[in-house]
């Protein structure tokens, strides 16, 4: 099978910003059946959204949970949302998720347009699952949908002369976004499958999903407003 296969890191922001977002999973869901119907294949990664968050807060107020418990907290929301992204894609998607980017017979076998996996283990995020199966499917560009227009500089929210960053290399964004894992951290991009990406030399366009034509652009090879990290 030679279809040309795309690697989303659809981030759990887009999802369930707060409620699940159906009009956008609407949206997001048209334009990938058009992609499919011209012949392209999916390999869609779910973040785990507010529903990780609410989780994560409400068992913080319940006593001590320590950093792995919020980490698979989040991973059950991530796979839940995956379950959820299969269920709406049924038709394309293989009937399985992924839960563990080292074992990919399932995904392997496949002939679906959509594959859909969720997070593995704590520790992790759903940036580097995404950036594992990329490399593991010979993947050379990850697509990463969040609700950010650009990576900058700095963290927007705190500095107001943060700058927007249309092109950066791997070393640059490593010396923005650190090289350590931090539970529920809200980096662009996870430092740790920042090193992978930068080392298998993996390219990722981080961009704004609620944005679909901007997306539509990405997808058809034109200039497209967001970060490209290489
Ligand atoms: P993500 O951080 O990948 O999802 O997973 P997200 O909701 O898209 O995050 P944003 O919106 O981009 O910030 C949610 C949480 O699940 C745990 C982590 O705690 C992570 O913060 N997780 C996820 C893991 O521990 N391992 C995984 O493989 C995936």
Same mark, same amino acid.
Request: aromatic share 10%; net charge positive; glycine share 8%.
């Given at each position: /099978?030679?279809?040309? /296969?795309?690697?989303? =890191?659809?981030? #759990?922001?887009?999802?369930?910003?707060?409620?699940?977002?159906?009009?956008?999973?609407?949206?997001?869901?048209?334009?990938?059946?058009?992609?499919?119907?011209?012949?392209?294949?999916?390999?869609?990664?779910?973040?785990?959204?507010?529903?990780?968050?609410?989780?994560?807060?409400?068992?913080?107020? /319940? #006593?001590?949970?320590? =950093?792995?418990?919020?980490?698979?907290? #989040?991973?059950? =929301?991530?796979?839940?949302?995956?379950?959820? /992204?299969?269920?709406?894609?049924?038709?394309?998607?293989?009937?399985?998720?992924?839960?563990?980017?080292?074992?990919?017979?399932?995904?392997?076998?496949?002939?679906?347009?959509?594959?859909?996996a969720g997070g593995y283990r704590p520790g992790n995020s759903t940036d580097y699952i995404s950036i594992l199966l990329a490399k593991h499917f010979e993947i050379k560009k990850v697509v990463n949908l969040s609700n950010i227009d650009y990576v900058c500089d700095k963290d927007p929210k705190k500095y107001k002369d943060a700058k927007k960053i249309k092109e950066i290399s791997w070393p640059d964004f490593?010396?923005?976004?650190?090289?350590?894992?931090?539970?529920?951290?809200?980096?662009?991009?996870?430092?740790?499958?920042?090193?992978?990406?930068?080392?298998?030399?993996?390219?990722?366009?981080?961009?704004?999903?609620?944005?679909?034509?901007?997306?539509?652009?990405?997808?058809?090879?034109?200039?497209?407003? #967001?970060?490209?990290?290489?």
């Amino acid at each position: /099978m030679n279809k040309k /296969m795309i690697v989303i =890191s659809l981030g #759990g922001s887009l999802i369930v910003p707060d409620e699940i977002d159906w009009k956008f999973l609407k949206q997001f869901k048209k334009i990938i059946e058009t992609e499919i119907k011209k012949g392209c294949r999916f390999i869609i990664v779910t973040g785990g959204g507010k529903t990780a968050r609410k989780y994560i807060e409400a068992g913080a107020k /319940m #006593g001590n949970i320590d =950093s792995d418990d919020k980490d698979w907290i #989040g991973i059950h =929301s991530t796979r839940l949302n995956a379950h959820f /992204m299969r269920t709406i894609f049924k038709k394309y998607a293989h009937p399985t998720i992924n839960t563990n980017p080292y074992d990919l017979e399932s995904f392997l076998k496949a002939k679906e347009s959509i594959l859909v996996a969720g997070g593995y283990r704590p520790g992790n995020s759903t940036d580097y699952i995404s950036i594992l199966l990329a490399k593991h499917f010979e993947i050379k560009k990850v697509v990463n949908l969040s609700n950010i227009d650009y990576v900058c500089d700095k963290d927007p929210k705190k500095y107001k002369d943060a700058k927007k960053i249309k092109e950066i290399s791997w070393p640059d964004f490593q010396k923005i976004v650190g090289d350590k894992w931090d539970p529920g951290s809200n980096v662009p991009f996870d430092p740790v499958a920042s090193k992978v990406a930068a080392k298998e030399g993996i390219e990722v366009a981080i961009l704004n999903g609620k944005k679909l034509e901007n997306f539509q652009k990405y997808l058809d090879g034109e200039k497209f407003v #967001g970060t490209t990290i290489r």
